[in-house]
């Protein structure tokens, strides 16, 4: 079945580290997305890309950082620099059409 | 730019009854995409409902429909013979014509069902 796959579910971060969450589709979409969703909130975004080795900032793109280096693939590293990093992740995929997003299930990252 | 408002943070209904959840949004684009997004406790994030400024005639999908008022610029979803299976978040969402790219997120909407 196609799909977005988000891992790991569950990710733990100490202070100063940076950890990368990955998000994989066999969906042959074109643009890839990356959204942060904090309790009593909407979808802010963060990075998106349109095609390979290209990508742009987002609403609050501060403290990640992203790659493209295959069409399925659209990693987002949170960096020591993004100081509140405790939220739940997004990643979504969608052809260049006016149709919606696929998402994946989400990464929860916890800072401990 | 363009701002997506869920007024009501959380609602309750009552199984098997009909509720509604109200989108209002502000736009100066005379087409554009409107849409439903439910996620439940799992967080998966699914599509419900899609709308084409264009279209006239209120998007339906089996038990959930939209009311589309342009001029008013409200987008409200209606669920009827709610189910235990549709509590969840309720998120609505613009997406402009002009840059896919570009999707806007209401804060959401909180749907308890009541057995």
């Known amino acids: 079945d196609g799909g977005i796959t988000q891992s790991p579910k569950y990710l733990f971060r100490k202070e100063g580290q940076n950890v990368t969450l990955s998000c994989e589709q066999n969906?042959?979409?074109?643009?890839m997305y990356w959204y942060r969703q904090d309790p009593g909130q909407g979808l802010r975004l963060i990075y998106y890309?349109?095609?390979?080795?290209?990508?742009q900032k987002g609403d609050i793109a501060e403290g990640y950082s992203v790659s493209r280096e295959k069409k399925e693939s659209f990693p987002l590293t949170v960096t020591s620099a993004q100081k509140n990093p405790t939220a739940f992740y997004l990643c979504?995929?969608?052809?260049?059409?006016?149709?919606?997003?696929?998402f994946g299930s989400g990464t929860r990252l916890t800072v401990v | 730019a363009q701002t997506v408002t869920q007024s009501q943070p959380e609602m309750s209904v009552q199984e098997a009854e009909t509720v509604t959840l109200s989108c209002t949004y502000d736009?100066?684009?005379?087409?554009?995409?409107l849409f439903w997004y439910k996620q439940p406790p799992s967080r998966q994030m699914i599509l419900v409902i899609r709308?084409?400024?264009?279209?006239?005639q209120n998007a339906t999908e089996n038990r959930f429909s939209v009311n589309f008022q342009k001029a008013a610029k409200s987008f409200s979803l209606k669920i009827s013979d709610s189910q235990l299976g549709d509590a969840a978040m309720y998120f609505c969402?613009?997406?402009?014509?002009?840059?896919?790219?570009?999707?806007?997120f209401g804060s959401g909407t909180k749907l308890n069902v009541k057995p």
């Open positions: 969906l042959n979409h074109d643009a």
């Open positions: 736009t100066s684009e005379s087409d554009y995409y």
């Open positions: 979504a995929s969608t052809p260049h059409s006016p149709y919606g997003y696929t």
């Open positions: 969402a613009y997406r402009t014509i002009y840059n896919f790219n570009k999707f806007y």
């Open positions: 890309s349109q095609i390979v080795n290209d990508f």
């Open positions: 709308q084409e400024a264009y279209k006239q």
